[in-house]
């Protein structure tokens, strides 16, 4: 089994709609990130957390929300989602001292 | 605030021959660098990182990076590719002040041909 783990894998929505993804990490990592991938931009940090009590903005987080609601887990929500939210979400944990992100494979977010 | 520039979106090499991923950062102290390969349809995987110590860092699939502090790079080579190879790959840096943040170049793909 993997050890980040995102639901769903894909999903294709429309503007205006509530959008949750979900994360979960087998690793006991206290630290845990949304990312998002388009092409030619690379990967932008949305949110990041360093424990369940500790929620951070990134870059990007206009228009997203997160809830860390266990070590282990740690949710986005696109609250109403817009066309140009479309792109490939990854959740990513972490900690320690090794500097060394743990990835799921990714959700595909399509908004019509 | 860190940056990296990753000046190449796509490089075409064959099979066998060797090549080199570019990557130059931008921070102003010290940082920690990282490669992380990105294979079709997968999240991404660490590949190699620099923390401290040796400047040339090596993974376990034949790339190397060398960080060069006077001209603020961390280039990705491999002197003989394979098909297998063909991937995208992104580097990152993250400060002195932690781990916690990475923040990634915009990518590289990597594209070997027989």
């Known amino acids: 089994d993997a050890d980040v783990t995102q639901t769903p894998r894909n999903r294709i929505t429309k503007t205006g709609k509530r959008i949750m993804l979900e994360c979960s990490q087998t690793?006991?990592?206290?630290?845990m990130y949304w990312y998002r991938q388009d092409p030619g931009l690379g990967l932008r940090l949305i949110y990041y957390?360093?424990?369940?009590?500790?929620?951070n903005k990134g870059e990007i987080s206009d228009g997203y929300s997160v809830s860390r609601q266990a070590q282990a887990k740690f949710s986005l929500s696109l609250e109403s989602a817009i066309p140009n939210q479309t792109a490939l979400y990854f959740c990513?944990?972490?900690?320690?001292?090794?500097?060394?992100?743990?990835f799921g494979e990714g959700s595909r977010l399509t908004v019509l | 605030a860190q940056s990296v520039t990753q000046l190449d979106s796509q490089v075409p090499v064959f099979e066998e021959a060797p090549v080199e991923l570019r990557c130059n950062y931008s921070?102003?102290?010290?940082?920690?660098l990282f490669w992380y390969v990105q294979y079709p349809n997968q999240g991404l995987q660490l590949l190699l990182k620099?923390?401290?110590?040796?400047?040339l860092v090596e993974s376990i699939n034949g790339f190397e990076a060398e960080f060069n502090k006077s001209q603020t790079s961390f280039h990705l080579r491999k002197p003989s590719v394979h098909i297998s190879d063909t991937a995208e790959y992104f580097c990152?840096?993250?400060?002195?002040?932690?781990?916690?943040?990475?923040?990634f170049g915009t990518g590289t793909r990597l594209l070997v041909s027989p």
């Open positions: 921070s102003s102290v010290s940082v920690y």
């Open positions: 990152a840096v993250s400060g002195d002040t932690g781990f916690q943040k990475l923040v």
């Open positions: 690793k006991g990592h206290d630290r």
């Open positions: 990513a944990s972490g900690q320690g001292d090794a500097g060394e992100l743990f």
């Open positions: 957390s360093f424990d369940v009590k500790d929620i």
């Open positions: 620099y923390l401290s110590g040796s400047t």
